[in-house]
């Protein structure tokens, strides 16, 4: 139990398009997802924290309107890279838990990479 | 500021080989600190979560332990395999915030 799903698991983009990735919950329901990005040979960096049916909250120098959050259902939420730059590529992993609760433990997809030309 | 280290940035290491990951963390008001596996272009696998209150946490080969005062955990791996190559994050999830901080990863090659 406790899996979470990546949609898609790698995208190449041309530079200047927006591209959506998708974090699921298969089988349980989600009230809080984490998004995180990674760069090559570096640690996960929170990027925000969505609870279901709430407006998302981004860390300190994370732009919102360039990396839009929803998080509409208990099973999905889903990033947004606006107006994708060579800079953005990047590993990036969603996590999800039950609750907001610090005791809920988090629940890692296997990420997408996204490369932007 | 919450940080969490870890050295070495890459260990490579014969079979069969004892080993031992570092981390450290500034802040002691951690809630658990944990202990990840990535295997390249992968996501993350939890291998050990140790609570605040705990000291250490065992699962097969895998040892890890922690010190709030001295700002440490460690992760011991005994008798080491070429299938334990990856890299190895420790994460402090902190009261404040409710936050996990990675470390940078130590990468471990482990030669047949």
């Known amino acids: 139990g406790a899996v979470v799903s990546q949609h898609p698991s790698w995208v190449i983009c041309k530079s200047g398009t927006s591209v959506k990735i998708e974090c699921r919950s298969l089988d349980f329901q989600a009230t809080t997802m984490f998004w995180y990005r990674q760069f090559p040979k570096q640690s996960l960096m929170l990027m925000a924290t969505?609870?279901?049916?709430?407006?998302?909250?981004?860390e300190q120098g994370v732009e919102k309107d360039k990396f839009l959050i929803n998080h509409a259902s208990l099973t999905l939420s889903t990033l947004t890279v606006t107006s994708a730059h060579p800079e953005d590529s990047s590993f990036y992993i969603c996590?999800?838990?039950?609750?907001?609760?610090?005791?809920?433990?988090?629940?890692f997809g296997p990420g997408t990479r996204l490369l932007v030309l | 500021k919450q940080e969490v280290t870890q050295i070495p940035a890459a260990l490579s290491v014969p079979e069969g080989e004892n080993l031992v990951l570092n981390c450290s963390f500034t802040d002691s008001a951690i809630y658990n600190l944990q202990w990840f596996r990535q295997d390249p272009g992968k996501g993350l696998t939890s291998l050990l979560l140790i609570q605040s209150s705990q000291r250490e946490q065992t699962s097969g080969r895998l040892n890890a332990s922690l010190d709030k005062s001295s700002g440490r955990s460690t992760l011991y791996i005994a008798a080491s395999q070429p299938g334990d190559s990856a890299t190895y994050l420790c994460a402090g999830l902190y009261n404040q915030g409710g936050k996990l901080i990675f470390g940078q990863g130590t990468e471990l090659s482990v030669k047949p």
């Open positions: 996590s999800a838990s039950r609750s907001s609760a610090i005791q809920e433990t988090q629940y």
């Open positions: 969505s609870n279901e049916g709430s407006k998302a909250t981004y």
